[in-house]
């Protein structure tokens, strides 16, 4: 059950922060505290945000769904790769240490890992 519906609960809200970037990127902007960025910047920050998004959450969603562990442990690691470099952002390049959003990638990654782990027993 674990396996299952952990992965789809926390894919789903970074499925639709893809789609928001898409679509609505002012807000997909202002729900992560960001800014948008300019020109062929801009261009960058949200092709490669909605990407992100709509990888990790397609990831964790289907993976989920069809019980396959590697694709969990995909998204769960595209997510949880995410900490490190926020805390090399803020300790090395002056960025602000933003500790909720590394927790929330913490936790979608100790999920993933006990999701796919919690599979490969079963198989």
Partial sequence: MFAKFGPIIL?????????????????????????????AALTTQIGDSAAFFLGSGFLLIV???????????????????????????ATVHGGDMTIEPIVVEIITFVVAYFAARQLNAAA
């Fill in 63 to 89: 993976g989920g769904l069809r019980g396959n562990a590697t694709m969990i442990l995909t998204g769960g690691c595209l997510v949880g790769l995410v900490a490190p470099a926020r805390i090399i952002a």
């Fill in 11 to 39: 894919g789903i809200p970074l499925l639709l922060l893809g789609v928001l970037w898409v679509f609505a990127p002012e807000m997909a902007a202002a729900n992560l505290s960001s800014e948008l960025l300019t020109g």
